[in-house]
C-alpha cells in the first residue's frame, strides 16, 4: 500500500511519554487516596482522553476528584516533559523522508499535544494536528481519524495509522483505514503487547520495520537507513 497520507498518534507513537504520563498520573491519584500502578494506566487508559481517564476512576474506585485534579495533572505532566521527553528513537528521519502528507491525531487536548512537539523537535515536521477536542467522540470511536482525513482531503482507504493503543487500534479500523501497531515506545517494549483483532493488525517495534513493510513510504535516498 502507498498511502495518500499517514496519521501518526502522538503519545507513545511520535513522543517516548506514556511512562512519564503514567507516572504523574499514579502519583496524584495516591495524592487524591486512589492507588494503582504503571500497569493498571496501561490496561485501563492508555489512548483515551484525561477527561474519560478521570471518569473511569471515580467510577471504578467510587471517588470523587479534586476539581482541578485534571489542571494539576496537565502542570505537573509539561513540568516533566520540559526535562524528561524525549521523540521516539529515529521518527524525526522517518519524518523528513516521508513521501506522503502526515498529521497528527492525538487524544492529548491542544496545548499538551503543541507543546510536546515542541519540546520533542517534532512540531515543524508535523504541522497539522487534530485533538480530540475537535470531534464528539474520543477514541474508540472513528470520528477524530474521520476529522483528520476530511480536513487533508483524503479518502480514509487511502489512510495510514499508526497507533499504539487498542482504542486507536479500533477508532481506525472502525474508519475504514489501514492501521500499523507501534511497539517501540517504551511502556510497551518489554511487556510483548499484542491485541486480538481480525484481521491480524501488524505490529512492527521501530520505524526501520514500517519502511520495510511499506517501502512506498520514503522517497529513494543514498543516505543510510533509518535508524
Known amino acids: 500500500m502507498r498511502p495518500d497520507l499517514v496519521i501518526f498518534d502522538c503519545d507513545g507513537v511520535l513522543i517516548d511519554s506514556e511512562l512519564i504520563s503514567a507516572r504523574v498520573l499514579v502519583e496524584l491519584a495516591a495524592e487524591a487516596g486512589v492507588v494503582f500502578d504503571a500497569a493498571h494506566v496501561r490496561e485501563n487508559f492508555l489512548g483515551r482522553s484525561f477527561p474519560a481517564v478521570a471518569q473511569s476512576i471515580r467510577e471504578s474506585f467510587g471517588v470523587p476528584l479534586p476539581p482541578d485534579f485534571e489542571a494539576r495533572y496537565r502542570t505537573r505532566l509539561l513540568d516533566r516533559f ?12 522517518l519524518l523528513r523522508r516521508l513521501a506522503p502528507p502526515a498529521c497528527v491525531a492525538t487524544s492529548s487536548s491542544p496545548p499538551r499535544a503543541a507543546r510536546s512537539l515542541a519540546i520533542a523537535g517534532l512540531d515543524r515536521l508535523l504541522p497539522q ?7 464528539p467522540r474520543g477514541k474508540p470511536a472513528p470520528d477524530l481519524f474521520l476529522h483528520a482525513a476530511a480536513a487533508m482531503g483524503v479518502a480514509p482507504e487511502r489512510c495510514l495509522v499508526i497507533e499504539d493503543s487498542r482504542p486507536g487500534l479500533v477508532a481506525a479500523r472502525a474508519a475504514g483505514m489501514e492501521v500499523a501497531f507501534f511497539t517501540g515506545g517504551s511502556h510497551l517494549r518489554d511487556v510483548g503487547a499484542e491485541f486480538d483483532m481480525d484481521p491480524p493488525v501488524r505490529a512492527f517495534r521501530s520505524w526501520p520495520e514500517l519502511v520495510a513493510a511499506y517501502p512506498a ?11
Open 129 to 135: 494536528v487534530f485533538t480530540a477536542s475537535l470531534v
Open 82 to 93: 520540559e526535562t524528561e521527553l524525549r521523540p521516539t528513537e529515529g521518527v524525526a528521519d
Open 217 to 227: 513510504l520514503v522517497r529513494p535516498t543514498t543516505s543510510e537507513p533509518v535508524t
